[in-house]
């Protein structure tokens, strides 16, 4: 036995009494117990060492962190893959099905999520202090099923089996309250909460790759304060006994509840901000034990980073404690705090820059809310001052624009909290996520913070961890690059990546870049056929559109394509046939569980594919699948298989996309408009080597008040015609789909499909053109790679790191 054998059966014998008749879920089970030992020495050893230097950490707070599995990742960035793979096969077994054992913590919705992910991955690879800060959801995002070609939900139950990469803190919990009332005493502001509960810690180690750091994940958990009420319960009240345990439980139970009733909104609510007063108390116990009240040095030893507005109530909180706890006058602590804090913004979506109605925040944060309306005071203040040059009904218009309580424009008396405004005024920077996006907070969204304060505007183009996004995911496509360019560098440097240019017209390297990917497609055809009992044929297109389902990424676009393609190649003559470059076409993500519109784009997706996947006449050169349950581990077989990838939003909708870049970094082709960081990506690996269509940002808003006018193009008429006419069924279904896009006479279609439709079959024309020519496909694949160097991560948090957050490396010894 190796000794990392003789760890596993240890584990399996003391942790879960087996010492024989194991399945695979134990040898899982009995191998992540054994890295976690690895792994908390390396924690433990980079804790004790930061704890030491004392430098200063960057928190990351964010309510979602879509971790995806650990195991072979904690692995692979421990550098333990040889002893583990040695003993797996020892023992008769293969490390990717033990793999596949492990749930996926699925904390996240999307990209927001895995980009929190993928950030802290680089912050431990760059030996940066820095933690992560969320919430341990019990329940993380729903698993998808897909009945009779709609999706349902149903809980994704993470943790029942025990989570070998989390440790309890016991002994680290704070009090959180919620509501009650404030009073004033010898000039001092009380707030007593009506509820409390109980935040207790929970530590998720992060391996750096090929380095001596391990950083952190504290997730908190909501506890009871009082776990069960004794007295209730002996006098015979055994609902109230439980009462006070249910009601602490909800707010760490579900990744963002439905938040469509009311009692859903007041539930988001509870949870930032439980998130965010745990994370802050921690913070500030930790500051305390070593420098007292010296708050002023404070901004030197923490900051904070806002993923989103989710976490904006922290600015509130920090004011609170540091003036209703700390004793700090109210000058000082804002000095603090505007310091401390910086803001990313990741959507112009209306829908997602939050706003809290005053009524919900005054009864739920009372202290918070009589907070933010200082700062509003003051801040409205000091926009009177500065714009006293105007005439005052301009000067009131813009006030009221820039206040950040303002009238709810479509609920009557209703005052609400914009939280985005919240989060710019208090912020020391504020970016976006794409050099496009960072542009349209500062012309758009954000358009008269940024006159008023330019240098608070910045642009952190997003990246993805090369580790889990190409090393790990795709071993095949690693080791030929590795063995190409002679070492592998290109994990942690990955503009190593631009030496493969070379080989962009090399024959002999050419055939073994193709068959890498075909292995791959053959690993993605064997899931298809598990799921859906379909061969598919290895010699198509794999054109592939992973993302949550949304009308301005318009996968509804990409179905009406896929719909005209059929009805063509129903045309054709069996000879004509001969010359169509088959396709596999697949779906995947998830809709929002109250988005009844995205609803309906899944259920015309299965419906096309009910039909298409079945017709004799073009099943060898047409399919479209909808993959069920689309996650992190699906995303890790789908992206290196992939040959076309649809990045299709309509300009000036989706902040970056991250899918992009781990498609590009995979040799994937991509269809794509101007939008989001494909324009970087087209800088990088070459406009001509994309599938570019579609208007651009600037023409958008023009478009949108031409749209009652347009002519729509023949095809998109057909196309509508037969969805309307019934033939996937579901007419009255399909009916609002249908409006949402082709009446544009009552001003539908924002999202501009029927705009952009044309020049998208032109596209993907295009496309079926450059895939006959084999040599000038791979060519491209190659140079999508060779592109890819400015979209790791790691040169994201480089930049954070020296212009927002200001934190310096620091590695710990050796263990
Ligand atoms: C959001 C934006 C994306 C962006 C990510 C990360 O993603 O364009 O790439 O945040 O910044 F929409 P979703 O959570 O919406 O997928």
């Given at each position: ?524 055809a064997a899931v298809i056929k598990e799921t859906f009992g379909d061969d598919v044929p290895l010699n198509a297109l794999f ?15 990409n179905v009406l394509s896929i719909i005209w393609r059929y009805k063509q190649l129903k045309k054709m003559t069996p000879e ?76 000036g909708t989706e902040a970056s996309g991250t899918s992009n870049m781990k498609f590009q970094m995979n040799g994937c082709l ?146």
């Amino acid at each position: 036995m190796t000794p990392i054998q003789k760890e596993v059966a240890s584990k399996l014998r003391y942790l879960l009494g087996k010492s024989k008749d194991y399945d695979l879920k134990d040898i899982y089970q009995g191998t992540a117990w054994s890295v976690r030992e690895h792994l908390i020495d390396s924690f433990e050893n980079t804790q004790d060492y930061w704890t030491e230097k004392d430098p200063k950490f960057v928190y990351y707070l964010s309510a979602e962190f879509l971790m995806g599995r650990s195991l072979l990742n904690t692995i692979y960035n421990l550098g333990l893959e040889g002893e583990y793979g040695k003993a797996m096969q020892q023992m008769g077994y293969k490390m990717e099905e033990v793999a596949d054992q492990e749930h996926n913590a699925a904390l996240g919705n999307g990209g927001l999520g895995r980009l929190a992910a993928c950030f802290l991955d680089s912050i431990a690879t760059l030996d940066l202090p820095g933690w992560g800060y969320g919430i341990r959801y019990q329940y993380g995002m729903f698993k998808q099923l897909i009945k009779d070609g709609y999706q349902s939900e149903v809980p994704d139950i993470w943790l029942t089996e025990g989570n070998p990469w989390e440790v309890k803190r016991h002994d680290i919990c704070f009090e959180v309250g919620f509501s009650g009332k404030t009073s004033s005493s010898n000039g001092k502001t009380v707030w007593t909460p009506a509820e409390k509960v109980m935040a207790v810690a929970y530590d998720n180690p992060i391996p750096g790759y090929n380095t001596t750091t391990t950083s952190n994940l504290r997730l908190w958990d909501a506890e009871p304060i009082t776990e069960f009420d004794l007295e209730a319960f002996n006098s015979g009240d055994y609902e109230k006994a439980v009462e006070e345990r249910e009601r602490a439980l909800a707010i760490s139970a579900v990744l963002y509840p439905n938040d469509s009733t009311p009692e859903g909104k007041e539930l988001r609510l509870k949870q930032q901000y439980f998130f965010v007063s745990a994370s802050l108390q921690d913070v500030m116990t930790r500051f305390k034990a070593v420098h007292g009240d010296n708050w002023r040095l404070f901004p030197e030893k923490a900051c904070f980073q806002l993923n989103d507005t989710h976490p904006t109530i922290a600015v509130a909180e920090l004011m609170r404690l540091l003036v209703d706890e700390e004793g700090l006058d109210w000058e000082a602590a804002w000095s603090i705090t505007t310091k401390c804090v910086n803001y990313t913004n990741h959507t112009v979506m209306p829908e997602a820059l939050e706003k809290w109605p005053v009524r919900v925040l005054a009864k739920m944060l009372p202290r918070h809310m009589e907070i933010i309306e200082i700062i509003n005071a003051g801040w409205t203040k000091f926009l009177e001052d500065k714009y006293s040059g105007l005439k005052a009904a301009e000067r009131d218009q813009l006030v009221e624009r820039m206040s950040i309580i303002q009238e709810n424009p479509w609920v009557k008396d209703e005052m609400q909290v914009n939280m985005a405004y919240l989060a710019v005024v208090s912020s020391s920077a504020v970016n976006g996520v794409a050099y496009i996006h960072s542009e349209i907070v500062k012309a758009d969204i954000f358009n008269d913070f940024y006159k008023l304060f330019p240098e608070k505007f910045q642009n952190k183009t997003n990246g993805v961890t090369p580790r889990r996004w190409l090393a790990f995911c795709n071993p095949g496509l690693s080791k030929l690059i590795t063995d190409t360019l002679g070492s592998d560098n290109w994990i942690t440097d990955t503009y190593e990546l631009s030496k493969l240019a070379k080989y962009a017209d090399d024959k002999a390297f050419h055939k073994k870049w193709r068959a890498v990917k075909q292995d791959n497609k053959a690993r993605l055809a064997a899931v298809i056929k598990e799921t859906f009992g379909d061969d598919v044929p290895l010699n198509a297109l794999f054109d592939i559109q992973i993302k949550r389902i949304h009308e301005y990424k318009r996968q509804y676009m990409n179905v009406l394509s896929i719909i005209w393609r059929y009805k063509q190649l129903k045309k054709m003559t069996p000879e004509e046939r001969k010359k169509v470059v088959p396709r596999v076409c697949m779906f995947g993500g998830k809709a929002a569980s109250a988005y009844d519109m995205a609803k309906r784009i899944i259920h015309l997706a299965v419906k096309v594919g009910d039909l298409i996947n079945k017709d004799p006449d073009t099943r060898d050169l047409l399919r479209c699948y909808f993959l069920p349950d689309y996650n992190v581990s699906l995303a890790e077989i789908i992206i290196p298989a992939s040959e076309l990838s649809q990045h299709i939003s309509t300009a000036g909708t989706e902040a970056s996309g991250t899918s992009n870049m781990k498609f590009q970094m995979n040799g994937c082709l991509i269809i794509g408009t101007m939008d989001g960081a494909n324009i970087e990506i087209a800088e990088e690996s070459g406009k001509e080597n994309m599938f570019v269509f579609g208007v651009d940002a600037d023409d958008v808003p023009q478009l949108r008040k031409e749209r009652k006018n347009l002519k729509t193009d023949k095809r998109f008429d057909e196309i509508m015609a037969d969805i309307e006419g019934g033939m996937f069924g579901d007419k009255e279904y399909f009916k609002p789909l249908v409006d949402s896009i082709s009446n544009m006479k009552v001003g539908n279609d924002w999202f501009l499909v029927a705009n952009d439709f044309a020049s998208y079959l032109d596209a993907q024309e295009e496309v079926d053109r450059v895939y006959k020519d084999v040599d000038e496909w791979t060519r491209r694949s190659i140079m999508y790679t060779a592109g890819s160097g400015k979209f790791s991560s790691d040169r994201t948090i480089v930049e954070y790191a020296k212009d927002i957050w200001h934190v310096q490396p620091l590695k710990p010894p050796a263990l």
